[in-house]
């Protein structure tokens, strides 16, 4: 029997010499070319654009101007080598900081620009925003990873005749928006209040795979274009616990976000070596911008090791680096379905070849951790054993399936790698839904009531959809018809209802994206006609739940 020295000690020594092995794997790793080329081709730069509303009523729903300092973290957060340009809109659309390649001399004049935000502007004109910053992008383009990003409080307004803003707005839907889902752009979109047209936003972004988000509040707005630059770009994330990180021999770059509360004092930056530093002291290599709710400090070839933030823990604080050794995972969309079966996979690259060299990977955990806005967490192990999710063993893709935790709501997914030697992680938001389009009952008034159908791409492809519609009249009698395609992403059915109750049931038919089928009940749903129902009132149509 062969007996195992089992004290702290040995204990120790032990994860001495791992910790030993896995440093030398590293550092042969940085220098010798790891095994593998990637199959995936060059990955696609980034091109951001940015709409911004600065129409007259934006003196209410954004009397302080936080799109200022919002836009300031967006567009000093980007990474340099995107494209990104920023438009603001009114009655005309004006080019607020041009659009090219990012660089130190773009960012600083986009910093400087933003406070050029006003809230002067007579009329909406998305249409006239949404076409010039898009002027170039007539035809998919596989170098490039397109994002559209449109922050508005209002409704289509370009005159004070309502059918010419009814004309704009049909306009967008069958005219623009068919152009942009051709080009293959994502347009993510932010109502700034609930006045603003939150179907048409909401339809841009479900029928191009976009995020929509509607706050009551600017002073949300710096968070939320965080979140947007997590979903636009691909930067490399380093986990912050405590407000502290570790920091690796592969990092050239580092850059510290840190939100401050009101009143809060100075942020200090403490180094591996125990020395500190803040604004009013900066060490060589180190830029540090300061607004009034955040701050960024980016630290060049930052010496390796633990660093600590002298200021208070928020979950928002990041640490964003530039590295030879980066982390590729799967990219959920935005849209999910529940219980959809996802396989998620997670790769390390070295200068863009897989690495896949036992010695090193040896020492890799990575986990997957879903947590949903209710608080309930999941956690999974990701691994490249060849068993269960895991297709081939130690080819470097980390493997898991999710599926029956995907339930109906928001969640937050965050993926950490621990090497040791070297820490990587990433977060994304994503929203589930129990149905692959979202329906809404409109009353119209005099009693007429609308259903209107939008399909989320990512679940549905609306090239295959066919809606059904079964309404019951008040007397009893079924009569059964079809909802109307209205635009590229919208299927309509516009009722004069008798006076009485009314039920609705729509029946959803189409494909998958990867073309399996789908059929989908919604409804049923009961609505009173010749009563008191507030014209534009909504109502969402939803599947029916199980017993």
Known sequence: MKLTDSTPGHRDAHRHFSRLALLLAFCVLLVESPARAANNPAEPVDDVRVLIDISGSMKRTDPHNLRRPALRLFTSLLPKGAHAGVWTFGQWTNMLVKHGQVDTPWKNNARKSAGEINSRGLHTNIEDV??????????????????????????????????ENAASRERILNDVLPRLQQAGITVHTIALSSESDAPLLQQLAAATGGWFETIESADGLERLFLRMFEKVS????????????????SIHEATFLVFRKPGAGATTIITPDGSSFGQQQLPAGVEWFEDERYELI????PPPGEWRINADVDPDNRVMVVTDLRMKNTGLPNDLSVEQPLLFTMQLEQKGKIIDRPDFLQFVKVTLTQIADNGDEWQWRLRDDGKHADLTANDGI???RLGESLVEGEH??????????????KHQRVKVYGQPVDAQ???????????????????IDPHSMHVDIEH????????????????TAEWRLELDASAGEHE???????????????NVQLGPIRFEAGGDATPHERAPMRAPQPE
């Open 504 to 518: 609705l049931t729509a029946y959803i038919r189409g494909q998958r994206s990867d073309g399996s089928p789908l």
């Open 398 to 400: 980390f493997s898991t």
């Open 412 to 425: 937050e997914f965050i993926l950490d790698v621990d090497g040791i030697t070297f820490k990587r992680n």
């Open 441 to 459: 009952l409109e009353a119209l008034g005099h009693d007429r009531f609308a259903l209107t159908i939008v399909p989320y791409v990512s679940l």
């Open 472 to 487: 019951i009249l008040p007397n009893g009698r079924l009569e059964k018809t079809e909802a109307a395609q209205v635009s």
């Open 130 to 163: 949404l076409r010039r910053a898009t002027w170039d992008w007539k035809r998919p383009d596989t170098g490039h990873r397109r994002s559209l990003i449109l922050l508005t409080d209002g409704l289509v307004d370009i005159s004070k005749n309502p059918a």
């Open 234 to 249: 691909k930067a490399d994330t380093l986990p912050l616990k405590d407000n502290k990180v570790s920091i690796d021999n």
């Open 298 to 301: 980016t630290i060049q070839n």
